[in-house]
């Protein structure tokens, strides 16, 4: 069966940085365009970024263009979100999607 499972959220000040990580299964990986979603209370859910099955094209959100970079390793069949100079508004549940599947999602909060 399908499997998403998010990680690498965590507390982080002001321009700070953090790594997520999506490890995947019961899919091949490799086929499916990958995303990174998020939603914070009382928001409704955002597309963060998008890359194609090799990696080859991305897309972001305004809100992140130029801080984000999502990232794919097909070996290991696994996703990444790389988030730089984060912002108080990037708090929010992280997820990662294909298709109509979801993971659990990993919380980001940033906060002095």
């Known amino acids: 069966q399908v499997q998403l499972v998010e990680s690498g959220g965590g507390l982080v000040q002001p321009g700070g940085s953090l790594r997520l990580s999506c490890r995947t299964s019961?899919?091949?990986?490799?086929?499916?365009?990958m995303s990174w979603y998020r939603q914070a209370p009382g928001k409704e859910r955002e597309l963060v970024a998008r890359?194609?099955?090799?990696?080859?094209?991305?897309k972001y959100a305004d809100s992140v263009t130029g801080r984000f970079t999502c990232s794919r390793d097909n070996a290991k069949n696994t996703l990444y979100l790389q988030m730089n100079s984060l912002k108080p508004e990037d708090t929010a549940m992280y997820y990662c999607?294909?298709?109509?599947?979801w993971g659990q999602g990993t919380q980001v909060t940033v906060s002095s």
């Open positions: 019961g899919f091949t990986f490799r086929y499916r365009v």
């Open positions: 999607n294909f298709d109509d599947y």
């Open positions: 890359i194609s099955k090799d990696g080859g094209f991305k």
